[in-house]
């Protein structure tokens, strides 16, 4: 079962032999040995949806394991599905609204606002019961985040290649509206409906202001993309 | 010259987390699944500098997970500790998956091997023979890693645009005071791992030319592009709202 999810259209993502048995012992050991502290201080999944920045009509369902560092900051792993066996193709940062003011408006052009996805039942906890995390919720709702994809899974691409990519949060217009058969293959896969959730989060207050600088392309009709230039490296010795 | 000490930067604005929004996700810790974290079994430290500029240079904590015996991903972090600052991500692939790469590709990644036989790769709290049978074939891999927190400039927040990084190739890259400071911190010494690890070997076929930058520096440059225009309206196929 988890050897079929990481296969698409046939063809391994990424390719490679399985693990030795060697290999298997080694991880075990380092495992017992090493403490690991900034992973175990994950303590949240959440699946949502997310769409480039560069070209929206691509749009993938994400799941972010997200550890709080304080009560306005967030930094989430994303990979892209639940499984063991998934990809890690990229890293979000949430902030709260007072901090994303502080930032310079440049800055803010390069992040999203979470309202609507949380309004809108796409950003779920699976396994959560909506009431336990209605808190978290009601705090995320008027968070912003940035979020650089750096493997194309969903294109197929087989190993990273290329530059991080921007990515954008759904919204309530057009461009930023998420296909409904990804969000049906999501909501069956975890037996939960985004429309009841919707429902249930009428409730949750809208924040009174999203800043129109986050969401730049509503407002601007752009998007972003990372060109890598060849340039003149500033040395101490050779290099390589 | 001597490189920044990352460790006594400014915390990260904000308040302190309040305690009920700790009992959440304490909850939320113990009743989910964590699958793709779990598979995280493995804390390598490394230094990278900027793709474009040596003299900056970032001491970088490794959490790793196999995909399958020829691919790592891996979360970089600032600190192995409870508030490390996740500031990047490295993947690791074989020699064999690296040549399967286009040239153009191929620029984004630096090669482990010298990294590796000098002492300065290294996993914290693992005995040396232990370390070795893995170090062995990470010797032979290509890493391609991209910050997103340039923590090395005072940056309190994740500010600006991904940089390609870059590691060691050589003697005389790497700042005294930044790997005396590992050494120091972790008990180890990196010339005497050195001599451990002289029989190692890189890649087979030697590291390819276009690996490291292709020979240049990298930097990363913001684009802005016209929004591709959708196809179909999705608002027109919704059903509900």
């Known amino acids: ?18 693990m030795s048995m060697e290999q298997h012992m ?3 050991g380092a495992q017992m040995l090493q403490s690991l502290k900034p992973v175990k201080q994950m303590n949240q999944h959440i699946c949502t949806f997310a769409l480039y920045s560069h070209d929206m009509t691509r749009q993938i369902e994400t799941h972010h394991f997200v550890t709080r560092l304080n009560q306005d900051f967030l930094q989430c792993a994303v990979y892209d599905s639940g499984d063991s066996t998934a990809r890690l193709i990229g890293v979000e940062y949430i902030v709260s609204d007072k901090i994303f003011e502080s930032l310079p408006p440049d800055e803010q052009k390069l992040w999203h606002s979470h309202a609507y996805e949380i309004k809108s039942g796409l950003l779920v906890n699976p396994r959560v019961p909506e009431m336990v995390v209605r808190p978290e919720l009601e705090n995320l709702a008027k968070t912003y985040g940035k979020f650089w994809c750096t493997w194309q899974t969903d ?3 087989k190993l990273p290649m290329g530059p991080p990519v ?13 296909n409904p ?5 999501r909501d069956d896969k975890y037996n939960i409906s985004s429309e009841a959730l919707k429902n249930a989060r009428i409730e949750i207050p809208e924040p009174e202001w999203i800043n129109p600088q986050a969401d730049y392309w509503k407002q601007h009709g752009v998007g972003f993309f990372i060109d890598v230039e060849a340039t003149e490296m500033k040395k101490i010795v050779p290099f390589p | ?4 000490n990352v460790l006594t930067h400014p915390q990260i604005p904000g308040e302190p987390t309040q305690t009920s929004t700790t009992l959440l996700e304490k909850a939320t810790a113990t009743i989910q699944g964590f699958g793709p974290v779990n598979k995280i079994h493995q804390h390598l430290c490394a230094f990278h500098f900027y793709g474009h500029d040596m003299t900056r240079q970032v001491e970088a904590h490794h959490f790793c997970g196999h995909q399958n015996e020829e691919f790592r991903q891996c979360l970089i972090y600032d600190r192995p500790d409870d508030d490390g600052r996740l500031i990047g ?13 286009p040239d153009e590709e191929k620029r984004f990644w630096h090669s482990h091997e010298f990294e590796v036989k000098s002492g300065v790769l290294f996993m914290p709290g693992v005995p040396g023979p232990i370390q070795r049978q893995d170090l062995e074939k990470v010797a032979k891999t290509y890493g391609k890693v991209f910050h997103f927190w340039q923590v090395d400039r005072g940056d309190s927040l994740p500010l600006g645009i991904p940089q390609v990084m870059m590691a060691m190739t050589r003697d005389g890259q790497l700042y005294e005071n930044l790997s005396q400071d590992v050494e120091k911190r972790y008990n180890i010494s990196f010339a005497k791992e050195r001599e451990n690890r002289a029989y190692m070997t890189g890649p087979a076929h030697g590291i390819h030319p276009m690996a490291n930058g292709g020979g240049q520096g990298l930097q990363t ?10 196809g179909v309206d999705h608002s027109a196929a919704r059903v509900f709202v």
Do not use: H, W
Not at chain 1, 1 to 18: D, L, T, V
Not at chain 1, 168 to 176: D, E, H, I, R, Y
Not at chain 1, 181 to 185: A, G, M, P, Q, T
């Open chain 1, 1 to 18: 079962m988890e050897a079929a999810a990481a296969e698409q259209g046939g063809e391994k993502i990424p390719p490679g032999k399985p």
């Open chain 1, 26 to 28: 080694l991880d075990k």
């Open chain 1, 155 to 157: 294109r197929g691409d």
């Open chain 1, 166 to 178: 921007l990515m954008m949060s759904p919204q309530p217009v057009n461009l930023g509206m998420v």
């Open chain 1, 181 to 185: 058969d990804l969000i049906v293959k």
């Open chain 2, 1 to 4: 010259m001597e490189a920044v």
């Open chain 2, 89 to 101: 991500i490295e993947y690791l692939v074989s020699e064999e998956l690296f040549l399967t790469l």
């Open chain 2, 221 to 230: 440059v913001l684009r802005e592009v016209e929004c591709k225009p959708v």
